[in-house]
């Protein structure tokens, strides 16, 4: 059974910055990829970013591009959203997704952000 993680979510105001992070645990588990999603009430799940294990490429929306950088450390099965000068509009709940080689994906229970104007 694999278990993902996240932390790091909080109240700020805008243009502050938080850092979440999320770690996957599981025996033998050795994700492909692990990335962030975000949602608010009424609303999808929107994809926020993804970083691949191997060799680290990132994809990150373009609404967050220039102020969220994800990042990941490989032995210990966490990924990072540095989120800067953050905007009201970044109020969501946080989710973590980590993708398993053999295309199945395990979802955290995700971390509130509260951004306030």
């Known amino acids: 059974q694999v278990q993902v993680e996240e932390s790091g979510g909080g109240s700020i105001q805008t243009g502050g910055s938080l850092r979440l992070s999320c770690t996957a645990s599981?025996?033998?588990?050795?994700?492909?990829?692990m990335g962030w999603f975000r949602q608010t009430p009424g609303k999808e799940r929107e994809f926020v970013a993804l970083?691949?294990?191997?060799?680290?490429?990132?994809n990150v929306t373009d609404s967050v591009k220039g102020r969220f950088t994800i990042s990941r450390h490989r032995t210990r099965n966490t990924v990072y959203l540095q989120m800067n000068d953050l905007k009201p509009d970044d109020t969501a709940v946080y989710y973590c997704?980590?993708?398993?080689?053999?295309?199945?994906?395990?979802w955290g229970q995700g971390t509130q952000v509260t951004v306030s104007s």
């Open positions: 997704i980590a993708h398993h080689h053999s295309g199945y994906a395990y």
């Open positions: 599981g025996r033998n588990f050795s994700p492909y990829a």
């Open positions: 970083i691949r294990w191997s060799g680290g490429h990132t």
